[in-house]
């Protein structure tokens, strides 16, 4: 599923979020552009994935609105932040992650696939599962505002790369 | 070397209204010497992050001063934010490592390189814009004033004896610490206090 750029940027802009921390994946690579030159959505791109929830940590305590993005590969690496920092403290925070291997409308033969619903069940994370711009657009303004008023984590699965 | 306790005390004298984000055994060792309980951040649970949580607050509020005191077992785990640190380079952050070649918290088990890997000298590649390193108490006291009003981001490796952290892990943990720092930082505690 093709997504394009402007929907997801102007959806997290105009919800409030202020920085976005990720590490790029083939699917969502080709938004570096615009997300580099964006003077709103601050752009923090870390080495490893498991940097990104202990960078959005300390975002929050310093009173910003983060989101986190990397892929579903970055989330198997980062298991002891998601531990010990978002599900330990709880952290009211949303990661965008995207769905490597997701296609025609189930998980393929990926491992990175089958193991990812799994696997944040296994956590007790609640997530969304997005393949489209308009889902986009609808979903995630209101997955923000719920992740702001209670503490804990959630997730949003892009099921759909971007252009290049 | 220098004693880790001797360090942390001078830190502790010449902090003034920095945010500190602490780990394992500086985590331990902190809060005797801390004067601002209401800024200080021990990152107990997850090993090796405190470097990139104080990036998160240095990047949040570019008005105010970090520290992270950050182990070299702990700092190994997350080399790559060295990187990350040096690419986004927060003037406000002071990235300080006491390079005791030992895993402490499990028993002073040698870390891979027995404290052999110049820190210094990984940061400074990274594109910090300072990285020092020390082996004597009397130089970093006489260093460390300057040092932490210094641009950074700043890397300071102090080279210290094994097992040196005594004392017990903060109470009440890291969630509850990030609730008084985040408050303390909206301007809603007032300083040196914490919560009931």
């Known amino acids: 599923v093709q997504l394009t750029t402007g929907a997801l940027i102007r959806t997290l802009k105009q919800s409030g979020v202020s920085h976005l921390v990720w590490l790029p994946s083939a699917g969502s690579g080709p938004l570096y552009q615009s997300l580099r030159d964006d003077p709103e959505l601050l752009l923090v791109p870390v080495a490893r994935e498991g940097e990104t929830f202990a960078v959005a940590l300390g975002l929050i305590v310093g009173g910003m609105r983060p989101v986190v993005w990397i892929e579903s590969t970055g989330l198997f690496e980062a298991g002891d932040s998601i531990r010990g920092i978002w599900l330990e403290l709880r952290l009211p925070l949303l990661a965008l992650i995207g769905y490597r291997g997701y296609w025609r409308d189930a998980p393929g033969q990926d491992s990175a696939a089958t193991f990812l619903e799994p696997q944040l069940k296994a956590w007790g994370i609640p997530y969304v599962l997005v393949s489209s711009d308009d889902e986009i657009v609808r979903t995630l303004p209101e997955l923000l505002r719920e992740t702001r008023g209670r503490p804990g984590p959630a997730a949003m699965l892009l099921a759909g790369s971007y252009e290049p | ?196």
Request: hydrophobic letters at 40%.
């Open chain 2, 1 to 196: 070397l220098i004693d880790g306790r001797r360090a942390i005390e001078l830190v502790g004298r010449y902090r003034t209204d920095q945010v500190v984000v602490t780990t394992m055994s500086s985590a331990r060792a902190w809060p005797g010497v801390s004067k601002r309980p209401d800024l200080d951040l021990p990152l107990l649970e997850c090993m090796g992050k405190a470097s990139s949580v104080g990036l998160g607050i240095a990047l949040a509020r570019p008005d105010r001063r970090v520290i992270v005191l950050d182990g070299d077992g702990s700092l190994l785990m997350n080399l790559g934010s060295l990187v990350t640190i040096a690419s986004l380079a927060p003037a406000n952050l002071i990235h300080l490592v006491l390079q005791g070649g030992t895993y402490d918290i499990s028993g002073g088990q040698p870390t891979p390189d027995g404290g052999r890997v110049h820190f210094g000298g990984l940061a400074r590649a990274a594109g910090y814009r300072q990285a020092v390193t020390f082996r004597e108490e009397e130089h970093l006291d006489q260093a460390l004033p300057a040092l932490l009003r210094s641009e950074g981001p700043t890397f300071i490796c102090l080279r210290v004896n094994s097992m040196w952290a005594s004392g017990e892990m903060p109470e009440g943990g890291t969630l509850r610490a990030c609730a008084v720092v985040q408050l303390s930082l909206a301007g809603s505690l007032d300083p040196g206090r914490s919560l009931p």
